[in-house]
Protein backbone atom coordinates (compact mmCIF):
# COMPACT_ATOMS: atom_id res chain seq x y z
CA UNK A 1 0.00 0.00 0.00
CA UNK A 2 2.59 2.58 0.96
CA UNK A 3 3.74 1.67 -3.24
CA UNK A 4 0.69 2.89 -4.30
CA UNK A 5 -0.07 6.13 -1.59
CA UNK A 6 3.55 6.55 -2.93
CA UNK A 7 3.01 6.04 -6.52
CA UNK A 8 -0.45 8.70 -5.83
CA UNK A 9 1.60 11.24 -4.15
CA UNK A 10 3.91 11.53 -7.23
CA UNK A 11 1.07 12.24 -9.67
CA UNK A 12 -0.12 14.99 -7.39
CA UNK A 13 2.88 16.47 -6.90
CA UNK A 14 3.25 16.62 -10.92
CA UNK A 15 0.39 18.18 -11.09
CA UNK A 16 0.87 20.90 -8.32
CA UNK A 17 4.33 21.85 -10.06
CA UNK A 18 2.22 21.62 -13.40
CA UNK A 19 0.07 24.40 -11.91
CA UNK A 20 2.57 26.18 -10.22
CA UNK A 21 4.91 26.19 -13.27
CA UNK A 22 1.51 27.58 -15.42
CA UNK A 23 0.89 30.13 -13.00
CA UNK A 24 4.33 31.01 -12.89
CA UNK A 25 4.04 31.23 -16.86
CA UNK A 26 0.78 32.69 -16.38
CA UNK A 27 2.34 35.56 -14.55
CA UNK A 28 5.43 35.75 -16.84
CA UNK A 29 3.49 36.48 -19.94
CA UNK A 30 1.13 38.83 -17.74
CA UNK A 31 4.49 40.79 -16.74
CA UNK A 32 6.26 40.73 -20.03
CA UNK A 33 2.72 42.30 -21.31
CA UNK A 34 2.82 44.54 -19.01
CA UNK A 35 6.52 45.08 -19.64
CA UNK A 36 5.56 46.00 -23.79
CA UNK A 37 3.20 48.36 -22.72
CA UNK A 38 5.40 50.37 -20.22
CA UNK A 39 7.67 50.12 -23.56
CA UNK A 40 5.09 51.58 -25.63
CA UNK A 41 4.25 53.93 -23.08
CA UNK A 42 7.38 55.02 -22.65
CA UNK A 43 7.96 55.67 -26.31
CA UNK A 44 4.93 57.23 -27.16
CA UNK A 45 5.68 60.15 -24.35
CA UNK A 46 9.07 60.34 -25.87
CA UNK A 47 7.07 61.02 -29.45
CA UNK A 48 4.92 63.44 -27.65
CA UNK A 49 8.26 65.17 -25.53
CA UNK A 50 9.71 65.53 -29.08
CA UNK A 51 6.84 66.94 -30.40
CA UNK A 52 6.49 69.47 -27.78
CA UNK A 53 10.10 70.40 -27.69
CA UNK A 54 9.51 71.09 -31.62
CA UNK A 55 6.88 73.50 -30.88
CA UNK A 56 8.62 75.22 -28.26
CA UNK A 57 11.35 75.45 -30.41
CA UNK A 58 8.89 77.57 -33.21
CA UNK A 59 7.51 79.64 -29.98
CA UNK A 60 11.15 80.50 -29.22
CA UNK A 61 11.91 81.71 -32.92
CA UNK A 62 8.61 83.30 -32.92
CA UNK A 63 9.33 84.98 -29.60
CA UNK A 64 12.90 86.12 -30.95
CA UNK A 65 11.02 87.50 -34.49
CA UNK A 66 7.88 89.20 -31.81
CA UNK A 67 11.08 90.77 -29.78
CA UNK A 68 12.84 92.55 -32.74
CA UNK A 69 10.07 93.24 -34.27
CA UNK A 70 8.87 95.51 -31.16
CA UNK A 71 12.52 96.82 -30.52
CA UNK A 72 12.35 97.79 -34.81
CA UNK A 73 9.47 99.58 -34.01
CA UNK A 74 10.53 101.35 -30.46
CA UNK A 75 13.20 102.65 -32.40
CA UNK A 76 11.24 103.86 -35.63
CA UNK A 77 9.02 106.08 -32.72
CA UNK A 78 12.11 106.99 -31.30
CA UNK A 79 13.30 108.65 -34.22
CA UNK A 80 9.92 110.36 -35.15
CA UNK A 81 9.77 111.68 -31.86
CA UNK A 82 13.26 112.91 -31.86
CA UNK A 83 12.61 114.25 -35.05
CA UNK A 84 9.83 116.04 -33.76
CA UNK A 85 11.25 117.35 -30.96
CA UNK A 86 14.02 118.54 -32.66
CA UNK A 87 11.85 120.61 -35.19
CA UNK A 88 10.06 122.05 -32.69
CA UNK A 89 13.15 123.37 -30.88
CA UNK A 90 14.40 124.69 -34.42
CA UNK A 91 10.77 126.31 -34.87
CA UNK A 92 10.69 127.85 -31.25
CA UNK A 93 14.32 129.49 -31.69
CA UNK A 94 13.63 131.40 -34.64
CA UNK A 95 10.58 132.57 -32.88
CA UNK A 96 13.18 133.56 -30.05
CA UNK A 97 15.44 135.02 -32.55
CA UNK A 98 12.51 137.24 -34.09
CA UNK A 99 11.16 138.18 -30.61
CA UNK A 100 14.48 139.31 -30.02
CA UNK A 101 14.59 141.00 -32.87
CA UNK A 102 11.40 142.36 -32.40
CA UNK A 103 12.09 143.56 -28.54
CA UNK A 104 15.37 145.26 -29.83
CA UNK A 105 13.67 147.07 -32.33
CA UNK A 106 11.06 148.37 -29.87
CA UNK A 107 13.82 149.74 -27.97
CA UNK A 108 15.36 151.40 -30.40
CA UNK A 109 12.07 153.41 -31.47
CA UNK A 110 11.55 154.10 -27.37
CA UNK A 111 14.91 155.45 -27.61
CA UNK A 112 13.65 157.45 -30.64
CA UNK A 113 10.67 158.82 -28.87
CA UNK A 114 12.12 159.71 -25.91
CA UNK A 115 14.48 161.85 -27.51
CA UNK A 116 11.97 163.43 -29.56
CA UNK A 117 10.06 163.67 -26.18
CA UNK A 118 13.08 165.44 -24.37
CA UNK A 119 12.83 167.77 -27.69
CA UNK A 120 9.64 169.07 -27.25
CA UNK A 121 9.38 169.03 -23.61
CA UNK A 122 12.18 171.53 -24.22
CA UNK A 123 10.93 173.10 -26.94
CA UNK A 124 7.33 173.84 -24.76
CA UNK A 125 9.56 174.81 -21.60
CA UNK A 126 11.42 177.31 -24.09
CA UNK A 127 7.94 178.59 -24.97
CA UNK A 128 7.69 178.04 -28.59
CA UNK A 129 4.71 177.46 -28.51
CA UNK A 130 3.38 180.68 -27.80
CA UNK A 131 5.97 181.99 -29.93
CA UNK A 132 4.70 180.22 -32.75
CA UNK A 133 0.86 181.57 -32.15
CA UNK A 134 2.38 184.81 -32.42
CA UNK A 135 4.19 184.64 -35.36
CA UNK A 136 0.38 183.20 -37.04
CA UNK A 137 -1.40 186.34 -35.65
CA UNK A 138 1.33 187.83 -37.40
CA UNK A 139 1.15 186.41 -40.79
CA UNK A 140 2.75 183.07 -40.64
CA UNK A 141 1.99 179.95 -41.76
CA UNK A 142 -0.26 178.06 -39.68
CA UNK A 143 1.14 174.20 -38.75
CA UNK A 144 -1.37 171.51 -40.23
CA UNK A 145 0.32 168.22 -39.77
CA UNK A 146 2.58 166.47 -37.34
CA UNK A 147 5.35 166.46 -39.78
CA UNK A 148 5.13 170.33 -40.13
CA UNK A 149 5.66 170.52 -36.20
CA UNK A 150 8.38 168.03 -36.28
CA UNK A 151 10.29 170.24 -39.32
CA UNK A 152 9.69 173.73 -37.34
CA UNK A 153 10.65 171.98 -34.05
CA UNK A 154 14.05 170.92 -35.79
CA UNK A 155 14.64 173.85 -37.03
CA UNK A 156 14.80 175.84 -33.53
CA UNK A 157 17.22 173.25 -32.82
CA UNK A 158 19.40 172.64 -35.80
CA UNK A 159 19.35 176.00 -37.87
Request: net charge negative; glycine share 6%.
Amino acid sequence: MSKEVVGQSEPMETREKARKASRSRDMLTALENGVVNLEESVRNMKETLELVEGRMDGFDSMEEQLKGFVLDSLDANAEKMNELVESTAKKLAEKDENLEDMVLAMKKEIEELKGELTIYKAALSNGMLSSRSTDEKRGGNTIETWEEFERELKKQFYP
